[in-house]
């Protein structure tokens, strides 16, 4: 190739253009040439020596000249139909290829709204709550380039980006100025080349990269390398602002992107509905509530009977909150109901017409609303709108200081019910109004406006059933009977005798009856609530619709609980607050399936607590506790008026025959409910008391759920079930807890008053061991709970927020790169304007533009495949924890129905499998949950490596990972230690300071005895001797 001086000048000074823009835009085909040339040779249309194979030859030849060498050697003959098909699908593909470039460059050049469309692909359109853009003018503080809500608050810049900003400035002056030293030098060499050799030599050419050296990109290198350090305002040059154009131009793709997957998904990122995020609660076991009920209501009974105990206190419902307290109904002085004797919340019940009109106006469309005329309304904010506390008691508005000892002034003669509030949330006052209904309803007959009831109900008639321990055993009705001259036929017609469900009246009441009341009735009252609760957090009706809960439709309202049926927004969408935060934001939503799960449980398990037994009982089991060093029997033991069964406890009112009566048919009513074991609610899974206490601790925080129940909540997404099952083991464990500590307190009190009696301190040690377990136990419910619903629902977000900073933290980084990497454009060597050195840059500025997207991806995918996984998890474990330690016997297990199988494993094992294997289970799922979620960090960290750049990615290597690391390893390990030295301090304060006073004591009465036998003796010895 001969050189001259114009060429040489050209060479050096020509950028080149058009014959570049020719070789990007007309290059690049030949390889596909080349292709249907192999494809023609193959069909036969193409000879094996023809001049397009030959190396010297092959570029000469362009897709026209091969079409048309092979149409040559068609002959349209039947024998070469074969080739003319092959032929004619060749040209046909040829000509659609072009007419669809056509078209595209069609479309581009006439179609304005093609050019729009990608402007607003790549725009934000709510930038000042954009919480990636926040962050970014945060960390610069650059005016006019993201316009978030942080530019929009004064100062700004802030001085601490000012001084950054002069930090940059100095940082890029410098990098230019050792830009143009290395442009000087390449010009001095260059100068000195030509003048000596007449021609550039080989240092100032590029490798082509097939071993040749061709023309030079090295003043087009020269040219973009200046342009990327032109300084410009605050401080950064014009390669930094296109970094920080590029990092928002990649933020409004991926904030878009996440808007319009959300747009196609739905209400939600899942795509799911509300029924597939929302677990039903478990049908708990209210049976020791609703015979607490029956007893309270007894009692409340019993104070009305005025024909027999006129001077009996009676016992009305009052809510009482603090030092304030209503009366829950209405009550008059005349019998035409026009003179207010107390003023309560209602009217009182129309016990004589039990198909009338309710006097209870809640609904569920005014609840939602707070509609100050709905009765629940008006006593939730009678409670300031805390936990309701009904309180069965004696007030005397004549008087209305006489119990002034007592909260509310009112006595609390027939016992007190608490009904949780949970919280203000759809679910948390539909549970808390449900359970409100079911109370007074059991205790005061009180039905919902559909409900339909007659007088031959047998539910009518419980009133009759709950008085007839006191009506058998009473002497002072005896004597009633005897003054007014009632027969025993009259007796027994006026109240009950003649029901044959309740049996004669000179015995107690059939047990049938109470299992029919408890099974066809009350039951349901109970168990309503919790469906109530999942309506409105499903958009669903399963309290209405669904026949088994509540058959007689005697507890249900008369519309649905859903949250479109109340008006209330869907309390799982994808807000459009949480939108504006754009993809900076993504992660906040998945956090509202653990909070909203795990706020139905809590509502649905905060069932009514009767905090108090009526008074009579009360007084008796204090009474006990001091005096009876054990109490042997059953629960209702405590509450018997026979002390050690010798002697009467004594009573404040002992001498009122009526407290006495009223006491003993309370216990023995007592002893008719709970000693029953038959008398319990059926459709819940119950298992058999152990005898082990570590066994008995356990299945007190494990009873009441199963891990492996996929028949309820078989569709519903893993994430849901999880955390309800967390927020069940943190309510558990925490009740646990108490009860663990109340085991040291009592522990610790008995070491006290045990002096050196050694039967008493093997009981104090007896209680410290069973708080110990207790405690154990709890604490190991706690840390499953605390990693099922806190830190497992909160994982999408907390590693999708490290990515967004790790994000801005890569921007910062290219920031101080920037000037290094335009410094690289000025080496020789290497194809295209890039060369060898600078190409890393390039897909690194790609990296800031496309990691948001890919961050986007990485949290879609990783919340999809720790579903999948855990699915199949939940599909094997119980399988091959059956296989691993036994399973059910084959004839067993055939005949096991629906509600069976949902203990198929409680059936297969024992408590204390039970518990190590949810231990496992929870180890391996919070595995998955861990390997799931990294994937937020690990496909835009790796995902560089598919452009085939040998580029590293900024984020590949990271200190973050490791903090992410710190946090979901060990932070469950030292939550559980710290919850283990919070249970020592427990035990060391309640029980072990106890145990060493007494200790202590007994060693001090010793020392004390031995010195006072020492001196006897001594003084013995020496009145001996003087004898």
Same mark, same amino acid.
């Given at each position: 190739m001969r050189v001259s001086a114009g060429s040489a000048l050209n060479y050096a000074t020509m950028p080149g253009i058009f014959p570049r823009?020719?070789?990007?835009?007309?290059?690049?085909?030949?390889?596909?040439?080349?292709?249907?040339?192999?494809?023609c040779f193959m069909a036969g249309l193409l000879p094996k020596n023809h001049p397009c194979f030959s190396k010297e030859n092959y570029k000469e030849y362009g897709l026209t000249r091969i079409l048309a060498a092979a149409a040559s050697s068609v002959e349209f003959k039947w024998k070469n139909i074969d080739k003319i098909i092959i032929f004619s699908m060749i040209v046909c593909g040829t000509v659609i290829m072009w007419l669809f470039i056509a078209a595209a460059l069609l479309y581009i050049v006439v179609s304005?709204?093609?050019?729009?469309?990608?402007?607003?692909?790549?725009?934000?359109?709510?930038?000042?709550n954009d919480i990636a853009f926040m962050m970014l003018d945060k960390v610069f503080g650059i005016p006019g380039i993201f316009d978030s809500s942080i530019s929009l608050t004064p100062p700004f810049p802030a001085p601490f980006h000012t001084a950054l900003h002069e930090l940059f400035r100095f940082y890029s002056w410098a990098v230019f100025f050792i830009a143009l030293i290395i442009f000087l030098y390449h010009v001095v060499h260059l100068i000195l080349d030509i003048t000596q050799t007449g021609k550039v030599t080989e240092h100032m050419s590029d490798d082509d990269g097939n071993g040749t050296r061709g023309f030079s990109w090295l003043p087009i290198r020269f040219v973009f390398c200046f342009g990327l350090l032109i300084p410009f305002g605050y401080g950064l040059n014009s390669g930094q602002w296109i970094t920080l154009y590029t990092a928002k131009y990649g933020s409004g793709l991926a904030t878009n992107a996440w808007i319009a997957y959300n747009g196609i998904t739905g209400n939600n990122p899942s795509g799911d509905e509300n029924t597939k995020l929302i677990a039903k609660p478990p049908v708990l076991d209210n049976s020791g509530l609703i015979k607490a009920l029956f007893l309270l209501n007894s009692c409340r009974r019993i104070t009305l009977l005025n024909e027999f105990n006129p001077d009996a206190p009676q016992a009305y419902p009052y809510i009482v909150n603090g030092s304030k307290s209503k009366s829950l109904f209405t009550y008059y002085d005349d019998a035409a109901n026009t003179i207010v004797s107390e003023q309560g919340f209602m009217e009182e019940p129309d016990y004589d017409n039990p198909g009338g009109p309710t006097p209870y106006n809640a609904s569920l469309p005014?609840?939602?609303?707070? =509609?100050?005329? $709905?009765?629940? !309304?008006? &006593?939730?904010? +009678?409670? =300031?709108?805390? $936990?309701?506390? !009904?309180? &069965?008691?004696? +007030?005397?508005?004549?008087d209305p200081d006489l119990y002034k000892e007592y909260p509310g002034k009112v006595l609390p003669t027939c016992g007190e019910v608490t009904i949780p509030v949970t919280s203000l949330t759809g679910e948390g006052l539909f549970a808390a109004e449900g359970y409100f209904f079911a109370v007074i309803q059991t205790m005061f007959e009180v039905y919902r406006p559909m409900s339909v009831v007659t007088a031959d109900d047998p539910i009518e008639d419980m009133w009759l059933a709950l008085m007839r321990e006191y009506l058998r055993t009473s002497g002072s009705v005896r004597n009633a009977r005897n003054m007014k001259g009632m027969s025993d036929a009259d007796f027994e017609t006026s109240y009950g005798g003649n029901i044959p469900l309740m049996?004669?009246?000179?015995?107690?009441?059939?047990?049938?009856?109470?299992?029919?009341?408890?099974?066809?009735?009350?039951?349901?009252?109970?168990?309503?609530?919790?469906?109530?609760?999942?309506?409105?957090?499903?958009?669903?009706?399963?309290?209405?619709?669904?026949?088994?809960?509540?058959?007689?439709?005697?507890?249900?309202?008369?519309?649905?609980?859903?949250?479109?049926?109340?008006?209330?927004?869907?309390?799982?969408?994808?807000?459009?607050?949480?939108?504006?935060?754009?993809?900076?934001?993504?992660?906040?939503?998945?956090?509202?399936?653990?909070?909203?799960?795990?706020?139905?449980?809590?509502?649905?398990?905060?069932?009514?607590?009767?905090?108090?037994?009526?008074i009579v009982m009360q007084q008796i089991k204090d009474q006990r506790k001091k005096t009876d060093t054990q109490i042997e029997g059953g629960y209702c033991e405590q509450f018997n008026p026979r002390k050690s069964g010798t002697s009467s406890v004594h009573l404040s009112n002992e001498r009122n025959q009526y407290a006495v009566e009223q006491a003993t048919s309370l216990y023995s009513f007592c002893t008719m409910l709970f000693e029953n074991q038959a008398l319990n609610q059926d459709g819940v899974t119950r298992m058999s008391a152990p005898t082990n206490p570590i066994e008995k601790t356990i299945q007190t925080f494990f009873s009441e759920f199963q891990i492996f129940n996929n028949i309820d909540n078989k569709e519903v997404t893993p994430m849901a079930q999880l955390s309800s099952v967390g927020r069940i083991l943190i309510d558990k464990a925490i009740l646990g807890v108490t009860a663990s500590a109340a085991s040291y307190a009592a522990g610790g009190a008995a070491h006290m008053a045990a002096g050196d009696d050694k039967i008493a301190q093997a009981l104090a040690s007896g209680l410290g061991g069973l708080g110990s377990a207790a405690m154990t136990i709890a604490l190991i419910g706690l840390t499953s709970g605390f990693v099922l619903y806190y830190m497992l629902p909160i994982m999408p977000f907390i590693y999708f927020f490290f990515a967004v900073g790790r994000w801005v933290k890569v921007i910062f980084e290219a920031l101080v790169g920037v000037p290094l990497w335009a410094l690289a454009h000025m080496r020789v060597g290497g194809p295209g304007l890039p060369g060898s050195a600078a190409i890393g840059g390039y897909f690194l500025i790609l990296e800031i533009f496309i990691r948001p997207i890919l961050t986007v991806f990485a949290l879609v995918a990783s919340f999809a495949i720790f579903s999948a996984l855990t699915v199949g998890l939940n599909t094997v474990f119980t399988l091959i924890s059956v296989n691993l330690f036994g399973s059910v016997a084959p004839a067993l297990s055939g005949t096991l129905n629906a509600a069976q199988q949902l203990s198929y494993a409680s059936l297969a094992r024992g408590m204390i499998d039970q518990f190590f294997l949810t231990v496992f289970y929870i180890f391996l799922v919070y595995t998955i949950g861990v390997g799931s979620f990294k994937l937020i960090d690990l496909i835009p960290d790796n995902i560089m490596r598919w452009s085939g750049s040998g580029a590293q990615s900024f984020g590949a290597s990271d200190v973050s990972d490791e903090l992410i690391d710190e946090w979901q390893w060990n932070l469950p390990q030292k939550f559980n230690i710290s919850t283990r030295q919070i249970g020592e301090g427990v035990k060391d304060a309640l029980y072990t300071s106890g145990k060493n006073a007494n200790e202590k004591n007994v060693a001090e009465a010793k020392s004390a005895k031995a010195k006072a036998d020492a001196e006897a003796e001594t003084k013995a010895k020496a009145e001996g001797q003087k004898q």
């Open positions: 823009l020719k070789d990007i835009l007309f290059s690049g085909f030949g390889l596909v040439t080349q292709l249907i040339a192999v494809i304005p709204s093609f050019a729009n469309g990608i402007t607003a692909i790549l725009q934000t359109t709510n930038p000042s005014k609840i939602a609303a707070g =509609d100050a005329s $709905d009765h629940f !309304i008006q &006593i939730l904010q +009678f409670s =300031d709108f805390r $936990d309701i506390k !009904i309180v &069965i008691g004696t +007030f005397y508005p004549d049996g004669p009246i000179t015995g107690p009441v059939y047990a049938s009856y109470w299992n029919t009341m408890m099974d066809q009735y009350f039951k349901y009252a109970f168990k309503i609530p919790a469906y109530t609760a999942y309506d409105f957090l499903a958009d669903t009706d399963e309290a209405f619709t669904n026949p088994t809960v509540d058959p007689k439709k005697l507890y249900t309202h008369d519309s649905s609980a859903a949250f479109s049926a109340v008006g209330k927004q869907n309390p799982l969408l994808m807000t459009v607050g949480i939108l504006e935060y754009g993809w900076g934001g993504a992660g906040l939503w998945y956090n509202k399936i653990g909070e909203r799960n795990g706020s139905l449980y809590t509502a649905a398990s905060a069932v009514p607590i009767v905090s108090k037994f009526p």
